[in-house]
């Protein structure tokens, strides 16, 4: 499939890559245009349009995912450039690849990408009990945390609450999960979650604590 096959109106998935972490997020295609490639919606965090392309580190790239109508396999186009472009005063992401028209890749999904957390906050039970645990690391499917009440079982689900700030942005994220690990550790008990649902909030939190992460390792 080339690029210029994109139909207005066709879910894509935008996927931006930091070093060896990647975060996505679907969108919409507005448009292609031979001079210019594909116009798709932004993403939006705080009623604000997110420039990835301001501020990020060299190191970020940017691919596009959707699903080839004529074969139904997932194909990706790689190594794209992702800017702000304001059409009949609206904002949209005008992604461009450097060979417009170039035929896609055969696309597998990614791996659960983690980014490290590290910061205490509560859980909350379906039946009221609220305990303290603290965050180890979360990705948009999976969250993991010590705590250390015995009350929560495999199968259960919680609502995990904590606060943080990523590049400059306060979040307070309120994550549910279903437990599906859960181990006997020296300082507690080891959860593991399957996340139930996410949101702009958490892809926002994940996309700027991988920027993050990722430009305190250029540093060190």
Same mark, same amino acid.
């Given at each position: ?6 139909k ?10 930091i ?15 031979a001079? /210019? ?7 939006i965090?705080n ?12 190191s ?39 060979a417009?028209g ?13 980014? /490290? ?17 603290s ?17 929560v079982?495999?199968g ?22 279903r ?16 996340i ?10 994940l ?14």
């Amino acid at each position: 499939m080339t690029i210029d096959k994109l139909k207005a109106g066709q879910e894509v998935t935008l996927e931006i890559l930091i070093g060896g972490s990647s975060f996505e997020f679907k969108t919409q295609v507005i448009g292609t245009n031979a001079g /210019t490639g594909a116009l798709v919606k932004p993403y939006i965090y705080n009623e604000q349009v997110v420039d990835f392309a301001n501020g990020s580190p060299e190191s970020m790239s940017f691919s596009l995912h959707c699903i080839d109508p004529y074969t139904g396999g997932r194909v990706v186009w790689k190594n794209l450039s992702v800017t702000v472009v304001n059409f009949k005063g609206i904002d949209y992401y005008a992604i461009d690849a450097k060979a417009f028209g170039k035929i896609a890749a055969s696309s597998e999904r990614r791996e659960d990408v983690r980014v /490290t957390v590290n910061t205490p906050g509560s859980a909350l039970k379906e039946d009221g009990l609220r305990f303290s645990v603290s965050v180890l690391d979360i990705s948009d499917a999976g969250i993991s945390f010590i705590g250390n009440s015995y009350r929560v079982t495999i199968g259960d689900i919680v609502e995990i609450n904590f606060a943080d700030n990523a590049k400059n942005t306060d979040f307070s994220l309120a994550v549910k999960a279903r437990i599906v690990r859960a181990e006997a550790e020296n300082n507690g008990i080891l959860y593991a979650g399957k996340i139930l649902e996410r949101d702009n909030k958490l892809l926002a939190y994940l996309c700027f604590k991988g920027m993050e992460e990722k430009a305190s390792k250029l540093v060190d």
